[in-house]
């Protein structure tokens, strides 16, 4: 069955430290990838997407994804992390006729 | 260019009534996607308009319904409300069918609680 799991359902890092948010997946052929930022009060903010070429994708805030086909897995990375980063990121997963979207993982920012 | 708006902001109703949600996408884009968020089942798809018509459906009873016009503007509407129908419900929108590969813009939400 075609599934998207966010392992972590909250991570704390102190600012300026680095961060890895994970996605794993369930799906057949190789799917599109999105991450999304999503802060208190407000809808869904695209931060970058995946659909084929360059495993390595560049995205919006310093933002970075990297898809491992071996690994079903597609997490989201930031070198240095701020304050306002502080929100929640969804991972989704889909194709032209299904996106299911991961359950969500909230990060807090320590000072 | 202005983005994507949702009117009302908050709704506050008691179980059996009825709601209309209404959305309006960025200027030129034809697809309208409708979501529902709540804490325990997550982000779940809901339906999909493009042109006016129902391109995509998600896994939701019939009380939930929607239509588009032919300026885009889509309107979402849930009868005979229950508790459950509590969450927060999200618009976006983008130039092309939903899903794929397209962007889609998402609006701020409107806060539905039912009583």
């Known amino acids: 069955a075609q599934s998207v799991t966010q392992p972590d359902i909250h991570i704390t890092v102190s600012e300026g430290a680095s961060l890895e948010l994970r996605c794993n997946y369930s799906?057949?052929?190789?799917?599109?990838l999105f991450w999304y930022v999503q802060s208190p009060g407000q809808g869904l903010q695209l931060l970058l997407k995946?659909?084929?070429?360059?495993?390595l994708v560049q995205g919006i805030k310093g933002f970075e994804a990297e898809f491992k086909r071996s690994q079903s897995s597609f997490n989201l990375r930031k070198p240095s992390v701020h304050w306002s980063d502080a929100a929640e990121y969804f991972c989704?997963?889909?194709?032209?006729?299904?996106?299911?979207f991961g359950a969500g993982t909230r990060l807090t920012v320590k000072p | 260019k202005a983005g994507v708006t949702q009117t009302p902001r908050y709704l506050i109703k008691t179980r059996g009534q009825q709601v209309t949600l209404s959305c309006s996408p960025i200027?030129?884009?034809?697809?309208v996607s409708w979501y529902q968020q709540t804490p325990g089942q997550g982000l779940q798809f809901l339906f999909e308009y493009f042109s006016e018509t129902q391109r995509n459906k998600g896994n939701f009873p019939g009380r939930f319904s929607g239509r588009q016009f032919s300026n885009s503007r889509s309107e979402m509407n849930v009868s005979t409300l229950e508790l459950g129908d509590s969450a927060l419900y999200l618009c976006?929108?983008?130039?092309?069918?939903?899903?794929?590969?397209?962007?889609?813009?998402f609006g701020p939400g409107t806060r539905l609680t039912v009583l």
């Open positions: 200027s030129g884009h034809r697809s």
């Open positions: 799906y057949g052929a190789t799917p599109y």
């Open positions: 976006a929108s983008s130039l092309a069918i939903w899903p794929g590969r397209d962007t889609q813009y």
């Open positions: 995946y659909f084929s070429g360059d495993t």
């Open positions: 989704a997963v889909g194709n032209n006729n299904d996106m299911r």
